[in-house]
C-alpha cells in the first residue's frame, strides 16, 4: 500500500517527498505525473488499485482553482484523507484553501527535512481522525502552556524554554510550538538555528487572529519535529503587538497544540502578565546568585498581591553550583517556595546553546541533562497523574 500519493509531474518535488519518506518515515510513495487532478476519489482510487493512502500531495504544477475544487470534492467523499498542497500561495487565500479541505500547505522549494516533519503532521491527522479525539491535558479542550518566566535576565530561560519544547517534542511529535514573548530581544530563533520567514508579528493580525489555518502557516518547523513562532527582528516592531493580541494568539495555539511554551522577557512586562493568565503551567528561573533569588522572590510577591496564579509551578535553580557559597534550602527559605528541580552548570550546556542545538536534542549523557530531562517529565501526562498532590519536591545538589 503507498502511504502518500503525489499528483503532479514535477520530479524535483517528487525526488524530495521520497527523500523525506526515506529518512524516517514508515511507507512508500506513489506518484501519479500528471498536472489534471483526477475527477473525484473513484477515478484517483481506479487508478492505485482501489488503495486509500493516508496522505494525498497535490503538487506544484496544479493550478490552485483546479486544487481547491479537487480538494472539496474529497472533502465530502472521503474526509478522512490527508491534502497537503504544495504551494506558494499568498496568505489571503490560505481561508480559501482551509474551507475546501486542506489540511496542510508546503512550499515547493522547502527541503526534504521540512517536508517530512509536514508529513508526520499529515500522518498524526489521519490517525487521529480514525481513532478518535486524543484526551485533552488540561481538562478543558486545550493544551497545557508553559511559561518560563524569571524577573531577571541572564538566568538561562531561553536555553531551558527551547530544551523542554525539544523534550515535549519527543513525548508528542508536532504537538509542539514554542513561542518567543521577549518581542524586542528574543532568541528562540538562534537558540534553535532557525532563520524564520514569519514572526509573532504576523501571528497578530487579524487574518492569523480570525483562522487557525492561516496562523499555522506563520510558523516555523523545526526539524526536530517541533513548531516555533519566533520574535521579530526588529525590536522595533515589539511597540506595535498588544497584550490583548498575545492573549488571542496563546487561546489559539492552545486548542490546536498538545504543548505550548513560552520564552518571555526578563521582568514582569504587560505582556508577560498578559501571558502568564493564559499558563496552565509557571517554570520559575534562578541562577545561584543572591540578585536572581532576590529578583524571584519579589517578582512571586507581586505575584501573590495580583492573585495571579496558574494551576501549576515549578522552580528551577539553574547553573546550580554547590562551590557558589549557596545551597538549596538557602534558596527555598529566601523565595517561601520549594525547587522542583535543579540543573548544575554544565559545559555541555553551553556548547550546545552557541551552536544552535538544544543539548535534549542529542544523545548526551551529562547530570544537566538528566535534570532537563526531570524537567520536561513534569509535564508528561503519565508523570502528573502519579504526581498530581506531589508537583513540588525538594532537590540537592
Known amino acids: 500500500m503507498s502511504r502518500f500519493v503525489l499528483l503532479s509531474p514535477s520530479g524535483d ?18 506518484t ?100 478518535g479525539p486524543e484526551p485533552q491535558q488540561a481538562g478543558n479542550g486545550k493544551g497545557l502552556v508553559i511559561g518560563v518566566f524569571s524577573p531577571k535576565g541572564g538566568v538561562g530561560k531561553t536555553t531551558l524554554a527551547t530544551n523542554i519544547a525539544i523534550g515535549l517534542g519527543q513525548i508528542a511529535p508536532m504537538g509542539v510550538v514554542i513561542v518567543d514573548l521577549d518581542l524586542q530581544f528574543g532568541d528562540v530563533a538562534s537558540g534553535l538555528y532557525l532563520n524564520p520567514e514569519h514572526t509573532v508579528t ?7 487572529a480570525q483562522d487557525p489555518l492561516v496562523l499555522k502557516a ?57 501571558a502568564m493568565e493564559q499558563c496552565t503551567d509557571v517554570v520559575w528561573v534562578s541562577a545561584m546568585d543572591i540578585p ?8 512571586l510577591e507581586v505575584l501573590r498581591q495580583l492573585d495571579i496564579t496558574p494551576e501549576s509551578r515549578h522552580v528551577v535553580l539553574n547553573m546550580a553550583d554547590a562551590k557558589a557559597g549557596l545551597n538549596v534550602q538557602d534558596v527555598e527559605s529566601t523565595i517561601g517556595a520549594p525547587v522542583d528541580v535543579s540543573v548544575p552548570r554544565s559545559r555541555a550546556i553551553a556548547l550546545s546553546t552557541n551552536r544552535g542545538i538544544p543539548v535534549l536534542q542529542e544523545s548526551r549523557k551529562d547530570p544537566a541533562v538528566k535534570s532537563l530531562r526531570q524537567l520536561v517529565e513534569r509535564f ?16 540537592v545538589i
Not at 13 to 30: E, I, M, N
Not at 99 to 106: F, K, L, N, Q, S
Open 218 to 274: 506563520y510558523l516555523t518547523v523545526h526539524p526536530a519535529g517541533i513548531y516555533a513562532l519566533c520574535a521579530p527582528p526588529n525590536p522595533v516592531d515589539a511597540d506595535h503587538i498588544t497584550p490583548d493580541q498575545v492573549s488571542r494568539l496563546l487561546e489559539q495555539l492552545a486548542q490546536e497544540f498538545q504543548y505550548v511554551v513560552l520564552d518571555t522577557a526578563p521582568g514582569m512586562p504587560e505582556i508577560g502578565i498578559a
Open 32 to 131: 501519479i505525473a500528471s498536472d489534471i487532478l483526477p475527477a473525484g476519489p473513484a477515478e484517483l482510487f481506479s487508478l492505485l488499485n482501489q488503495e486509500q493512502p493516508e496522505v494525498l500531495i497535490i503538487g506544484p504544477d496544479v493550478p490552485f482553482e483546479e486544487a481547491l475544487r479537487f480538494a472539496k470534492v474529497f472533502d465530502v467523499q472521503v474526509p478522512g484523507l490527508s491534502l497537503v498542497l504544495v504551494s506558494d500561495v499568498e496568505p489571503e487565500f490560505l481561508l480559501h484553501a482551509m474551507r475546501a479541505g486542506i489540511r496542510d500547505i508546503v512550499s515547493p522549494q522547502a527541503d526534504p527535512a521540512e517536508i517530512r516533519v509536514l508529513l508526520e503532521r499529515a500522518c498524526q491527522s489521519f490517525a487521529t481522525r480514525h481513532r
Open 13 to 30: 518535488f517528487d525526488q524530495k517527498l521520497r527523500a523525506a519518506v526515506a529518512h524516517g518515515l514508515r511507507g512508500t510513495v506513489q
Open 202 to 208: 504576523d501571528a497578530v493580525t487579524p487574518a492569523a
Open 380 to 395: 508528561n501526562p503519565a508523570w502528573r497523574a502519579q504526581a498530581q498532590r506531589k508537583l513540588h519536591r525538594r532537590v
Open 292 to 299: 536572581s533569588i532576590r529578583g524571584l522572590r519579589s517578582g
